[in-house]
């Protein structure tokens, strides 16, 4: 009877904290600071009186939070300082192409008609390079030792 009293008593003392508690939530997820916000001014970065660059007072993620939660509440695209609530959709960063560009691709692919032009050129003339290597080719060859001897190997006739 003890246990159920105490466990009882507890609940009805804890509803009020809990109640007071979401609503101290709620009230904190629109209001971000103590002082009011200047929005467009505290959304980007300031330079310091030693010229030294700032944080911005609200956060990329708080922004993202308030924008998100004047879309909700059907405030977006007005601003009330006093309470605020709202979004100004000039405050949006720009948002960059999501279309990537195509790939490059292979340095060989890119090259293939050069190649290709280079092998015809070259190509065009064979036969007659081929004939000049033949007929020099035995003239280049080193004699030694026993072809040297010989002065004409047999076999080559």
Request: no cysteine.
């Amino acid at each position: 009877m003890y246990r159920a009293l105490s466990t009882a008593a507890v609940a009805v003392a804890r509803a009020p904290a809990a109640a007071g508690a979401t609503a101290r939530a709620a009230s904190t997820a629109v209001r971000t600071h103590k002082r009011p916000l200047e929005m467009p001014a505290d959304l980007l970065p300031k330079k310091g009186a030693s010229g030294a660059w700032q944080k911005p007072r609200v956060s990329s993620r708080r922004a993202a939070r308030i924008r998100k939660e004047a879309l909700l509440d059907g405030t977006f695209g007005s601003w009330d300082a006093e309470t605020g609530k709202g979004w100004d959709p000039s405050w949006d960063k720009p948002r960059l192409s999501t279309v990537p560009p195509p790939p490059k691709g292979h340095k060989h692919d890119h090259r293939l008609g050069e190649r290709l032009e280079k092998i015809q050129r070259a190509l065009a003339n064979q036969e007659q390079r081929v004939a000049d290597f033949q007929k020099t080719r035995p003239a280049k060859r080193i004699r030694t030792g026993f072809r040297l001897v010989m002065k004409k190997n047999p076999w080559e006739e």
